[in-house]
C-alpha cells in the first residue's frame, strides 16, 4: 500500500520559514517524480514544485527563489524549504509522486496546512 504523509505545516508570520517533509512508503521512491502542490480555500489546486528521479527541479513562479524542493533517497523523503512566507501562500500544503515516465501524479497524500499571517 502506498502512502505519503506530510508533515512540518503550521502557523508562521509573514518572512517566516517553514520545511514541509513527505514521507513515502510503498513505492520505488528513487523511481519517482515527487511533487508539491497547494489549495487556497475557494481556489483550484496548484502545482508549487516538483523534483525528477534525476534531481531535476521546477517551481511555480510566485515561488522561484524563496522555495527550494530536495528529496533524500535513502529516507524515502521529499522536503519544501520555504522561506520568505507571504500571505498568500496560506493554503493545505499536497505532497504527491508520478512515475517519471508518466505526466499524471497518481498517488497523493492528506496534506498539511499552511497559515502565513500578515
Known amino acids: 500500500q502506498v502512502q505519503l504523509v506530510e508533515s512540518g505545516g503550521g502557523l508562521v508570520q509573514a518572512g517566516g520559514s517553514l520545511r514541509l517533509s513527505c514521507a513515502v512508503s510503498?513505492?520505488?521512491?528513487?523511481?519517482?517524480?515527487m511533487g508539491w502542490f497547494r489549495q487556497a480555500p475557494g481556489k483550484e489546486r496548484e502545482f508549487v514544485a516538483r523534483v525528477s528521479a534525476s534531481d531535476y527541479v521546477d517551481y511555480v513562479n510566485s515561488v522561484k527563489g524563496r522555495f527550494t524542493i530536495s528529496r533524500e533517497n535513502a529516507k524515502n523523503t521529499v522536503l519544501l524549504q520555504m522561506n520568505s512566507l507571504r500571505p498568500e501562500d496560506t493554503a493545505v500544503y499536497y505532497c504527491?509522486?508520478?512515475?517519471?515516465?508518466?505526466?499524471?501524479?497518481?498517488?497523493w497524500g492528506q496534506g498539511t496546512q499552511v497559515t502565513v499571517s500578515s
Open positions: 504527491a509522486a508520478r512515475r517519471s515516465t508518466s505526466a499524471l501524479y497518481t498517488h
Open positions: 510503498g513505492l520505488t521512491f528513487s523511481s519517482y517524480t
